[in-house]
């Protein structure tokens, strides 16, 4: 599976421009699911079918990741971008970041006068080396997009990657696809688009799915290193049932369901409460009427850096959990 994990990483694809990943994530999946689509929006959806009747079933892994987009070119050809979903500056200055084309920019910050004021985003600026605005403006466009650039490190037991958040999900999801053996429940694998921009892919995919259950797959926070934010989530405990995020309060029936499947298996699992941000899941709840929602998570360090790690032991434990709910029938 780190194979897969290593592609899925090395694909670009900020919110909006999930293109190339999808086109990936189709090819690979194509032949083991029964029909697969693309919406209007983005969202890829690939369809398992059941036993007539059965439950619908609906999980989300996005296929975007955080970026940059370029919002204005200087008379020197430094460029100013918006952010695409959430990112802290002081995690910036140095990072490179790597445009559709391949084309690389250095992220640079304005001299401060005092250096121990709070960095502000509209201090920071790319520099793609260019030697003056035309120069630049026949490279880049506003509107182009960035992502930061690191490679895939394979550490062993732990990975490091810029967008574990949330290829790392996409990859559950698509082995969970591979190693199922039997299908009793009626189940759309959705790898949504724009979730770091307000969980927008989930919402619209959800609304026309109508499940009767959702179950997001994403990254979450650890409280495993030096002064964290106080979480129960730690790297190598396995997979986290979240109960709890800025986005939803988890189902009780769904988080229920979760923990009863991870202890009937000897699958390690971790509660989470996790204090920021928000999953797909949390759209998924609000569609239509509501839906029963929850989700499972890798706990992950440096969420939103360019260097994101995960335990592959705990991504091993998601798939299994998958696998082990997916083959019964679920009743709700
Ligand atoms: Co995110
Ligand atoms: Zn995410």
Request: aromatic share 6%.
């Amino acid at each position: 599976m780190k194979e897969l994990i290593k592609n899925l990483t090395e694909i670009w694809g900020p919110s909006g421009r999930e293109d190339l990943v999808c086109e990936f994530i189709k090819t690979e999946i194509a032949e083991l699911v029964d029909d697969v689509r693309v919406d209007v929006m983005g969202n890829l959806i690939a369809h398992k079918a059941g036993a007539p009747g059965a439950p619908r079933i609906m999980l989300a892994g996005h296929m975007d990741e955080i970026g940059f987009m370029v919002s204005y070119i200087d008379e020197k050809g430094f460029l100013r971008f918006s952010t695409v979903g959430g990112i802290r500056p002081y995690v910036l200055v140095g990072e490179r970041v790597v445009f559709a084309d391949g084309l690389v920019g250095i992220l640079g910050v304005e001299k401060t006068d005092k250096p121990e004021d709070v960095l502000k985003m509209d201090k920071i600026y790319i520099d793609i080396g260019a030697i003056d605005k035309a120069d630049a403006e026949s490279k880049v466009q506003i509107g182009d997009m960035a992502t930061y650039q690191r490679p895939f490190v394979d550490q062993g037991q732990r990975l490091i990657a810029n967008n574990f958040d949330d290829r790392i999900g996409c990859a559950i999801l698509m082995q969970v696809i591979k190693e199922m053996t039997a299908c009793p429940n009626e189940v759309y694998f959705v790898f949504t688009v724009q979730e770091e921009v307000g969980l927008r892919g989930s919402r619209t995919s959800a609304y026309g799915i109508d499940p009767d259950m959702g179950i997001a797959v994403d990254v979450c926070g650890s409280g495993d290193t030096p002064e964290p934010y106080l979480m129960p989530m730690a790297l190598g405990k396995g997979a986290a049932i979240k109960i709890k995020d800025n986005s939803l309060l988890v189902s009780p029936r769904v988080r229920e369901l979760l923990v009863e499947t991870a202890k009937a298996h000897d699958i390690p699992y971790q509660l989470e409460i996790l204090p920021f941000g928000g999953t797909d899941a949390g759209a998924m709840q609000m569609t239509r009427a509501g839906v029963l929602a929850g989700c499972i998570s890798v706990p992950s360090r440096h969420v939103h850096t360019p260097s994101e790690m995960v335990d592959y032991g705990d991504v091993r434990a998601c798939v299994d959990l998958l696998v082990k709910l997916l083959e019964s029938p679920i009743a709700l």
